[in-house]
């Protein structure tokens, strides 16, 4: 018999669907082979065991009892599907009725988020305590403007401001208290964290993953299917016939003209023109993951992060370069150092190279980084100041 957990996961799959226009509930929308909500409890039922509880449109209860099964295989005891509500509130209202007596903390899941890592709902379930509740986040990227009808009014300081996720956690005594509070205010929020607050509880946030974005678009669901379909099959990777370091050489070039501030180096450069291009347009950074991939021989940057991978616009580079490292270290690689230089008039940058080069070192798990800066007297596009080039040299080793 299976141990009874103190953690439940309530999977809510009861929504119409009617953005995705797809002629079912969203939940049931086929993704691949397996439906949304079937690639949702595939991530549920990885992670660490919990009462499974799966919020289902009325008339569909049976086709989740299906999903459900499939996806838990010896776990099937632990899961339950429940009928949900006219909306969201009531819907997760009839899954903390059906919970067991042994659970102390709650997770609360969209279906739609149907490619969460299960790395992130248990990081979500270890990090809630008895007093607050828990949500994954990630940085906004996009540069947001207020705006009124069509004139734009002024720009929104972003670093205030995190896209929520799910599974959200919550300490259960205080989410039922919360629920029963919203109940007889009648008021609707947006998420669980939102109702949880209102009732007067701390929410804290930890890092999210990109892959946990919410399906409820086309454009979301086509996103969906190519990240599932672009993951090759695994292959072992042969051990590296040399024994010794290896040395890459990465370059790149940007021009000025992107939106916002400019990034370069991992750091914001307030009031610099941006570099354009399909993510922030580090010049730096890239560079830095071309050298790289070249030493341990795993392609370029195009091939891991170009624009046949939307979950990569926008993204900084600490995501650029942490997710670099994970591919030299699943390869055997780890890093030696990196040393970069950039040819441009602008930023000066004697004045933050330290703390560039401490944002880079953290990013590739604290190997070290270097950082120069150099005019060309004028000379070419960079003394023109039209962009800026970047050429960089990286060290990896069999580790």
Not at 244 to 264: K, Q, S, Y
Request: cysteine-free; glycine content about 12%.
């Amino acid at each position: 018999m299976l141990p009874v957990p103190d953690t439940a996961i309530i999977v809510v799959a009861a929504g119409s669907g009617t953005r995705l226009d797809a002629g079912a509930p969203k939940a049931f929308v086929g993704i691949d082979t397996h439906s949304i909500l079937r690639h949702a409890l595939d991530g549920v039922f990885a992670a660490s065991p919990a009462q499974v509880i799966v919020v289902a449109p009325a008339g569909f209860e049976g086709d989740a009892e299906t999903e459900l099964r499939a996806a838990a295989g010896d776990r099937a005891d632990l899961g339950r599907v429940v009928t949900g509500g006219d909306t969201r509130q009531e819907s997760v209202a009839a899954g903390l009725a059906a919970l067991w007596g042994d659970v102390t903390r709650v997770l609360v899941h969209d279906a739609a988020r149907a490619l969460t890592p299960p790395e992130i709902i248990d990081a979500v379930a270890q990090a809630v305590d008895g007093e607050s509740g828990v949500i994954p986040t990630l940085p906004v990227v996009d540069t947001l403007k207020r705006v009124d009808g069509d004139a734009v009014i002024a720009p929104v300081d972003r670093s205030e401001l995190a896209a929520a996720q799910t599974p959200q956690g919550f300490p259960r005594a205080l989410l039922e208290a919360a629920y029963d509070a919203a109940a007889a205010s009648a008021i609707e929020y947006t998420d669980d964290a939102a109702l949880f607050a209102a009732a007067g509880h701390l929410v804290r946030q930890i890092s999210g993953s990109p892959r946990g974005f919410k399906i409820t678009t086309p454009a979301g669901l086509e996103r969906a299917r190519h990240l599932l379909t672009a993951v090759p099959a695994p292959v072992a990777v042969p051990e590296p016939t040399w024994s010794g370091p290896r040395v890459g050489l990465g370059t790149d070039v940007h021009a000025f003209g992107g939106e916002g501030n400019l990034w370069l180096a991992g750091i914001e450069w307030p009031g610099e023109r941006a570099l354009s291009g399909h993510s922030d347009g580090d010049a730096v950074a890239h560079a830095m993951v071309d050298a790289l991939l070249g030493a341990a021989g795993l392609g370029d940057i195009g091939e891991h992060f170009g624009t046949a991978h939307p979950e990569y616009a926008g993204a900084h580079a600490d995501v650029f370069l942490a997710r670099t490292r994970e591919i030299l270290a699943e390869a055997g690689y780890a890093i030696g150092n990196v040393s970069v230089q950039f040819q441009g008039n602008r930023p000066r940058f004697s004045g933050r190279r330290a703390e560039a080069e401490r944002v880079l070192s953290a990013a590739l798990g604290g190997a070290p980084v270097s950082v120069t800066a150099t005019t060309t007297d004028g000379l070419g596009f960079p003394g023109r100041g039209e962009g800026i080039a970047v050429t960089a040299v990286a060290m990896v080793h069999p580790g």
